[in-house]
Nanobody, 120 residues
């Protein structure tokens, strides 16, 4: 089992940047496929970015490519999401999740989320 806690959300102007963090505890996060998802009001939750260690690969949603970067600190067991060139449509609650399938789906563990608001 792994416990996930997101942080780093907030209010930012369009064009700005934020870095989200997902601190993990419990089982080593390298045992899982780790993903960032988001859910905007009235919309379904969607995958933003994900990382796997076996196979070693990353995945980005089309809208995130070129703007968002996911990275890890294997010592701190923390997952990051660097978000640049933010747009108002990026406004959502962002969730960190852990699972066992690639491509990411049917994630087993979820954090409580961190809210990102991008003003125009």
């Amino acid at each position: 089992q792994v416990h996930l806690v997101e942080s780093g959300g907030g209010l930012v102007q369009a064009g700005g940047s934020l870095r989200l963090s997902c601190t993990t505890s419990g089982q080593p996060f390298r045992n899982y496929v780790m993903g960032w998802f988001r859910q905007a009001p009235g919309k379904e939750r969607e995958l933003v970015a994900a990382v796997s260690w076996s196979p070693s690969t990353t995945h980005y949603a089309d809208d995130a490519k070129g703007r968002f970067t996911t990275s890890t600190d294997n010592v701190k067991e923390t997952l990051y999401l660097q978000m640049n060139s933010l747009k108002p449509e990026d406004t959502a609650t962002y969730y960190c999740a852990a699972g066992s399938m690639w491509p990411p789906r049917g994630m087993d563990y979820w954090g409580k989320g961190t809210r990102v608001t991008v003003s125009s």
